[in-house]
Each structure stands twice: as C-alpha cells, then as structure tokens.
C-alpha cells in the first residue's frame, strides 16, 4: 500500500510518499522560518499565502523522488487539526482534491497522534503498548498508547505548551525565532544551577503540566534585574531555564510509566530535537530498566511522512474521510474523524 501524506498545520508545507506503514519513499519540507524570522514568530496569513504557492511543487519534488506517478498513489492521508486554520485548509484542500480526481481513500489525520507515529518511522522494531510524552509549541501532553488504534489522555498542560514556553523566553532574551534550539544552545554555555526557577504541579500521581508561571518567572527575573540595573548572564536563564521544564517533563514522564506499568517510553514533538531532554529521559530510563525512543530529528518537526504513517494505520480500520472534511484547528489529541461525525 503507497500512501501519500500532506501535513501545512502550521509553517512547514510537506509531502510525502510510504510504502507499507514504515517505510519512507519521499518526505519532502519545504520551512518557511526565514520568512518569520523577521516577525519574531509565524503569522498565520502569511504562512497561509506560502503553503498556497508551495503545496503543488512540493508535492512533485515528493513524487519524483519516490520515482513514482500519482496512479501508483493508493490513499491520501491529510493533517486536519490542530493547528493555524488557514494553512490547515490548504493541506485538506489539497487532498480532497487529489483523492476525489484520483478516486483513492481519503484519511484525516489527527496532526498529534502524527508526531507519535514518528517514531514508528525512525524504529522499525517499535510496537505499543508505551507511554508517549508529546512536546511541541502548541502541546504537552503524557499519553497512553495500547494500540495502534488506541489512545487515552493521562494529563496535558493546563495553560502554556513547553515550546510555547522556550519562545515567549528566547524572545524575552533576545534570541531569534524559532526559540527552542536557540535555548538549547544558549543553555549549553551557562549554569542550570545559577536561578532556582518555580515548578509547578509537581505533587505525586499529577500528570497534568502548566509553564504559565515559570514564563511569569523569568519575565519577573529580568525585569527585576533590569530596574536594579544588574545585567544577567543570558546563558545561566536560558540553561536554568531549561533545566526547570525538563525537570518537569522527566519527573512526570516516569511517573507516568510506573503508574501504568508501562516499560517503554516514547518522545514525541518539536520539542523531542531539544538535545537536554534526550539525555536526561535516556538516563532516566536506564536507571529505572525502561527502554526508551525518541524520532530523528527531521522527523521531530512537522513532517508528512509522520501523517502518512499515521493515516496508514488508520486504514486498517477503516477509518476513512469524506469530502466534507474540514479543517478543526482546535482538535484535541484523543479527537478522531470518525468521532467528530
């Protein structure tokens, strides 16, 4: 079975082609970060108007490189939430199009339960049951993942994703966009024990995440330093910073794991390049005998191959769309096509 994946939820247009579930014919990506630099952040209008222009060579550059025609394509698996509304609709649009012309299957892809299925692509030997830390700009979440097919909620972040958290502070340290890998590196030079920054629900059995207040504490700690006129080490924040949230991840993480009885780990998200969170997860799952996996690190950002994975096993139970889908920006992680109808 060839299955072609979209993915345009937020700034990175993509397309690519598997074959069988795991194996990786084409994953093209085409970034538009240099675009947003210059605005500090992705502004959705225009990361719409882009995937508009890049979404039909994108798509050519995919097949060319899996040295295949759009006959040989034998279902279409899209990204339809969460995410920026209008660059969603490109990608389901798109894939409508390709699917009612080509008259193949159609699967809307949950664009979370993508990042998961990642690691499927980077590990062919990994199966579930596991449990799954998902960390990105707009999520964190810990999830229980017994199937393929079958997901549940163990906690998520009550305000502030973790990404979201790495860019509100490289912004505050003057660091360009995108902030996250620009933390980690900056972290790498400075002392994660200088500032003892707030962790938040960090009582036992409580899997539920909030950076809200860790943000509001680094703003507190610049802006105090600033009316005392102490300039701070922007490395010490960035890497105590940085210390704090993986800290909190970590902690959870395997809490999570002892709780279900779970022996594997799986990383997921943006979030899951950050190289702190690998080493410390790694060693963690070492000492207490859990194994541990995480994706490459193109598969870490927003890919199609991660759609089409997903959508292939979708398949299988026949779970698919019509072409009434809709783009659903604020589509919940355990939120599914099937449920929504």
Same mark, same amino acid.
């Given at each position: 079975?060839?299955?072609?994946?979209?993915?345009?939820?937020?700034?990175?247009?993509?397309?690519? +082609?598997?074959?069988?579930?795991?194996?990786?014919?084409?994953?093209?990506?085409?970034?538009q970060i240099p675009i947003h *630099?210059?605005?500090?952040?992705? /502004?959705?209008?225009?990361?719409?108007?882009?995937? +508009?222009?890049?979404?039909?060579?994108?798509?050519?550059?995919?097949?060319?490189?899996?040295?295949?025609?759009?006959?040989?394509?034998? *279902?279409?698996?899209?990204?339809?939430?969460?995410?920026?509304? !209008?660059?969603?609709?490109? #990608?389901?649009?798109?894939?409508?199009?390709?699917a009612f012309s080509l008259g193949?299957?159609?699967?809307?892809?949950?664009?979370?339960?993508?990042?998961?299925?990642?690691?499927?692509?980077?590990?062919?030997?990994?199966?579930?049951?596991?449990?799954?830390?998902? /960390?990105?700009?707009?999520?964190?979440?810990?999830?229980?993942?017994?199937?393929?097919?079958?997901?549940?909620?163990?906690?998520?972040?009550?305000?502030?994703?973790? !990404?979201?958290?790495?860019?509100? /502070? @490289?912004?505050?340290?003057?660091?360009?966009?995108?902030?996250?890998?620009?933390?980690?590196?900056?972290?790498?030079?400075?002392?994660?024990?200088? +500032?003892?920054?707030?962790?938040?629900?960090?009582? &036992?059995?409580?899997?539920?995440?909030?950076?809200? #207040?860790?943000?509001?504490?680094?703003?507190?700690?610049?802006?105090?330093?600033?009316?005392?006129?102490?300039?701070?080490?922007?490395? &010490?924040v960035a890497a105590s910073f940085?210390?704090?949230?993986?800290?909190?991840?970590?902690?959870?993480?395997?809490?999570?794991?002892?709780?279900?009885?779970?022996?594997?780990? /799986?990383?997921? !998200?943006?979030?899951?390049?950050?190289? *702190?969170?690998?080493?410390?997860?790694?060693?963690?799952?070492? *000492?207490?005998? +859990?194994?541990?996996?995480?994706?490459?690190?193109?598969?870490?950002?927003?890919?199609?191959?991660?759609?089409?994975?997903? !959508?292939?096993?979708?398949?299988?139970?026949?779970?698919?769309?019509?072409?009434?889908?809709?783009?659903?920006?604020?589509?919940?992680?355990?939120?599914?096509? @099937? &449920?929504?109808?």
């Amino acid at each position: 079975m060839i299955t072609l994946g979209i993915e345009s939820s937020c700034d990175e247009t993509s397309v690519a +082609i598997i074959e069988d579930g795991r194996k990786i014919l084409a994953n093209v990506i085409a970034t538009q970060i240099p675009i947003h *630099q210059k605005f500090g952040g992705v /502004v959705p209008e225009i990361a719409s108007r882009k995937h +508009i222009i890049n979404i039909m060579p994108v798509l050519d550059e995919a097949l060319d490189k899996a040295q295949l025609k759009l006959k040989d394509i034998g *279902q279409i698996a899209v990204a339809y939430g969460p995410g920026l509304v !209008g660059a969603l609709l490109v #990608g389901v649009s798109a894939a409508k199009a390709l699917a009612f012309s080509l008259g193949v299957p159609l699967l809307a892809v949950n664009h979370l339960e993508g990042h998961i299925f990642a690691n499927f692509l980077s590990h062919r030997q990994l199966e579930p049951p596991f449990v799954s830390l998902v /960390v990105s700009g707009g999520h964190t979440a810990l999830v229980d993942m017994k199937g393929y097919n079958s997901f549940s909620m163990i906690g998520q972040t009550r305000d502030d994703a973790a !990404g979201e958290a790495f860019d509100k /502070v @490289a912004r505050l340290l003057g660091l360009p966009y995108p902030g996250g890998p620009q933390i980690d590196k900056l972290a790498r030079q400075g002392n994660p024990e200088a +500032i003892d920054f707030p962790r938040a629900l960090m009582k &036992d059995n409580n899997y539920e995440f909030s950076f809200s #207040g860790l943000k509001s504490a680094v703003i507190n700690y610049i802006h105090n330093a600033g009316q005392k006129n102490i300039s701070i080490n922007k490395a &010490d924040v960035a890497a105590s910073f940085q210390k704090t949230v993986i800290d909190i991840l970590v902690c959870k993480t395997i809490m999570a794991a002892r709780s279900t009885g779970m022996k594997t780990i /799986v990383l997921a !998200g943006g979030v899951a390049a950050n190289s *702190q969170l690998e080493e410390r997860l790694t060693e963690k799952c070492r *000492q207490n005998d +859990i194994d541990f996996y995480f994706p490459s690190k193109i598969l870490c950002t927003d890919n199609a191959a991660m759609i089409a994975c997903r !959508g292939y096993y979708q398949s299988l139970t026949g779970k698919f769309a019509d072409m009434n889908l809709n783009a659903v920006p604020y589509l919940e992680l355990n939120d599914s096509y @099937a &449920d929504d109808q």
